[in-house]
């Protein structure tokens, strides 16, 4: 059964807009959440966390809100640069294993 | 600083043979997990290694094994070779420290079983 569920298989932003990715999780057990980028032939590329104990965390362009009472958590990319087209993983974590979803495509527009 | 790296980085194998994965992690990192991802899911998690003892298992069958060596890098052995073990492993590293933790991910090994 899928713990983590990213329900939209693709986005299409335009360059400098906000891209708003989102992540449902079913473990009310995870306490640690996690993004990832990957780009096609590499591994995906850890971009920020948040745990359970907060409900924001900012990284630069990237911040992470999470709403425990929803099960839901939201990567925000502002401003969204082309360079930021690529699938986006959200993970969630109740001890060593991640739980990944099933990722987002993100395509940025000039 | 070199990050996780994986070898070989594409295999091609026949059903019923055994394969060996290599990973090396990030330097400083201890810990080593192993994930499976086909195409168009997400990773999934296979096992965990720290202290050269495997601490957590995934939903996978006693074909797939591993090995943690005294520097930190890591094996994956898969037995049996069954057409839907095609897929992408990932190898990531961490550095425990009792708490959360983010784990960084090599490239990747592509196994192609025919």
């Known amino acids: 059964d899928q713990q983590v569920k990213q329900n939209s298989p693709s986005l299409s932003v335009q360059e400098g807009r906000i891209s708003i990715l989102n992540c449902d999780y079913t473990n009310s057990m995870f306490d640690y959440f996690l993004w990832y980028k990957k780009y096609p032939a590499e591994g995906p590329t850890f971009l920020i966390s948040?745990?359970?104990?907060?409900d924001k965390n900012e990284d630069g362009r990237f911040t992470v809100f999470l709403n425990k009472s929803a099960k839901h958590l939201s990567l925000h990319i502002v401003p969204s640069q082309p360079g930021d087209s690529a699938v986006y993983f959200c993970a969630a974590s109740a001890g060593y294993a991640l739980n990944f979803g099933k990722g987002t495509s993100l395509l940025v527009t000039p | 600083d070199a990050g996780v790296t994986q070898s070989p980085t594409h295999l091609i194998k026949t059903r019923g043979q055994q394969v060996t994965l290599r990973c090396s992690p990030k330097?400083?990192?201890?810990?080593v997990s192993w994930y499976q991802q086909a195409l168009g899911q997400g990773p999934q998690f296979i096992f965990q290694y720290y202290e050269e003892e495997e601490r957590q298992r995934g939903n996978f069958p006693d074909r797939f094994s591993g090995h943690q060596f005294p520097n930190y890098s890591s094996e994956l052995n898969v037995n049996a070779l069954l057409l839907g073990d095609s897929a992408l492993y990932l190898c990531a590293s961490s550095l425990w420290r009792g708490e959360y933790n983010e784990q960084f991910f090599g490239p990747g090994t592509r196994l192609t079983v025919l």
């Open positions: 948040i745990s359970s104990i907060k």
């Open positions: 330097s400083g990192h201890d810990t």
